[in-house]
């Protein structure tokens, strides 16, 4: 035998038996790994630490945010950062004296809504710069609607039904597509003086009943004209006040929401 079949014998020899190792050496560059379905490639260190964090603060959020972002619903100071919030339900300062959102003190709304609050903004912000739009509550889920419904048993359904809708039917809070707000002062924690507060069960505080009000001198040509002020720019947001309570706003009626989206349970 040649001295070059002797060499040729013994490279495909050790090829045959390291073929196991050659092939074990073989590395698919990470950008070229399919992802499986709902999962991402992390292709490095400083990846895999950013997912983490968006992981961890998924695992911080409340139950209750998180059951507003699985609805679809956005965070409205995420759509406009210069709307104010203060979530009256996060706090005992309520008509019913009771957190009803625990740990959760942000408003949420259908996107669509959303975006509607935010023009109402600038139209505010066009007449006075100086102020802002201050939001007490949005979407809000029919099992703290039914507990609001019930802490008013004592009051006829008639009547009941003017300031708390019935969770049966569902409310437009339900839909994401309500909203309970007032206008103040960016720099101040005061809001403007509407004449009855926010959730207040009397008739001064119905918008229908603004002129008798006015004509007795229990609601002020201010005071009205602050309510006023604020229908004003939620027109100009596409929103309607009912006739029973000056902070409430609608985007649609209960028919249309009930159509375009699901009730938030």
Not at 17 to 23: A, D, F, K, L, S
Not at 47 to 63: G, H, L, N, Y
Not at 214 to 241: C, E, I, Y
Request: hydrophobic letters at 40%; charged letters at 25%; glycine letters at 4%.
């Amino acid at each position: 035998m040649s001295n070059k079949c002797i060499l040729l014998f013994i490279l495909l020899l050790l090829f045959a038996c390291n073929g196991e190792e050659v092939q074990e050496s073989i590395k698919i560059p990470i950008d070229k790994v399919p992802a499986l379905e709902g999962q991402e490639v992390w292709g490095n260190d400083s990846s895999f630490e950013k997912d983490q964090e968006i992981i961890d603060t998924v695992q911080e959020i409340s139950a209750l945010e998180k059951k507003m972002l699985a609805a679809g619903l956005v965070d409205i100071q995420s759509v406009d950062s210069t709307i104010q919030v203060d979530v009256k339900y996060a706090t005992t300062d309520n008509f019913m004296g009771q957190v009803l959102y625990p740990d959760y003190h942000k408003v949420y709304l259908q996107p669509v809504v959303a975006e509607r609050l935010s023009l109402a903004q600038k139209a505010l912000q066009k007449i006075d710069s100086s102020l802002t739009l201050l939001v007490f509550d949005g979407t809000r889920p029919r099992s703290v609607q039914q507990a609001m419904w019930d802490a008013l048993d004592t009051i006829p359904f008639n009547d009941r039904i003017k300031f708390v809708s019935n969770p049966a039917n569902g409310s437009i809070h339900n839909y994401g597509c309500a909203v309970d707000l007032t206008i103040k002062n960016k720099n101040s924690d005061q809001w403007f003086d509407m004449g009855a507060g926010y959730d207040d069960l009397r008739k001064i505080a119905y918008p229908r009943h603004e002129e008798q009000f006015l004509a007795s001198g229990d609601l002020t040509p201010h005071q009205v004209q602050n309510r006023k002020l604020l229908r004003q720019v939620m027109r100009a947001g596409g929103f309607w006040v009912i006739q029973t309570e000056w902070w409430h706003f609608n985007a649609f009626s209960r028919k249309k929401a009930a159509e375009m989206f699901d009730i938030v349970e």
